[in-house]
């Protein structure tokens, strides 16, 4: 079966950097996606990686390796806005987007 | 520049009962897509668009109908609606099928 895993509830602490990792198995390989989602809003695009290595965006960062199945969203200089849900999704063979359930990431002052 | 939009936003309902949530975009883009989302699963789709007219099944497609006869509007029918029902579903919408999804405000449905 296909599977997407991340952790489910993170925290850090304003100004830090945080990690949030993304496993993923799936039947074959067209990209992965990272969307923020704050509560109650729908999710927003932030990065994408269908090559391997580092995509950098800002504050934010995105890091694939597809010989290990695996990604991570690195985010710096953390504010009290980053607080929100954050999810990680692979499109698989057929070109559907194969979601996780969702990284919660507290920031705390 | 509206984009993507949901209605109703809210909406409360009895089992049995037919409910139709709405979404237009404004982009033109040729394909949309119907999620649920609910608490410890990530979201899981129920049914998708490749143009007007074209429809297809995702992951969770039983007690719900699609249609697309226009470009901008994809319709979600839930013809006897049931409490497991209850859920945050969003529309989406991209360019096409390897392109970013772009996600409307959601619609918070209750069947009670």
């Known amino acids: 079966g296909q599977n997407i895993d991340q952790p489910t509830e993170m925290t850090a602490t304003e100004g830090a950097i945080v990690q949030i990792n993304c496993t993923y198995q799936?039947?074959?390989?067209?990209?992965l996606f990272w969307y923020q989602q704050h509560a109650g809003e729908a999710p927003t695009f932030l990065s994408y990686?269908?090559l391997d290595g580092l995509e950098e965006k800002g504050r934010f960062s995105s890091f694939l390796s597809r010989s290990k199945g695996y990604s991570y969203l690195l985010l710096k200089e953390l504010q009290m806005k980053d607080s929100a849900s954050y999810l990680c999704?692979?499109?698989?063979?057929?070109?559907?987007?194969?979601w996780g359930a969702g990284t919660k990431l507290i920031i705390k002052p | 520049d509206a984009g993507i939009t949901q209605s109703p936003r809210y909406k409360i309902t009895e089992t049995g009962r037919q409910v139709t949530l709405m979404c237009h975009q404004t982009?033109?883009?040729?394909?949309m897509f119907w999620y649920r989302q609910d608490l410890g699963h990530g979201l899981r789709l129920i049914y998708y668009?490749?143009?007007?007219?074209?429809?297809d099944k995702g992951e969770v497609p039983d007690g719900y109908v699609v249609s697309r006869s226009k470009t901008e509007n994809f319709p979600l029918t839930l013809e006897s609606a049931t409490r497991s029902q209850t859920s945050v579903y969003f529309c989406?919408?991209?360019?096409?099928?390897?392109?970013?999804?772009?996600f409307g405000p959601g619609t918070r449905l209750l069947v009670l």
């Open positions: 989406a919408s991209s360019e096409n099928e390897m392109e970013t999804q772009y």
């Open positions: 982009w033109s883009h040729s394909y």
């Open positions: 668009s490749a143009a007007a007219d074209i429809t």
């Open positions: 799936t039947s074959g390989f067209n990209g």
């Open positions: 990686n269908v």
């Open positions: 999704a692979v499109m698989d063979s057929n070109y559907q987007l194969i």
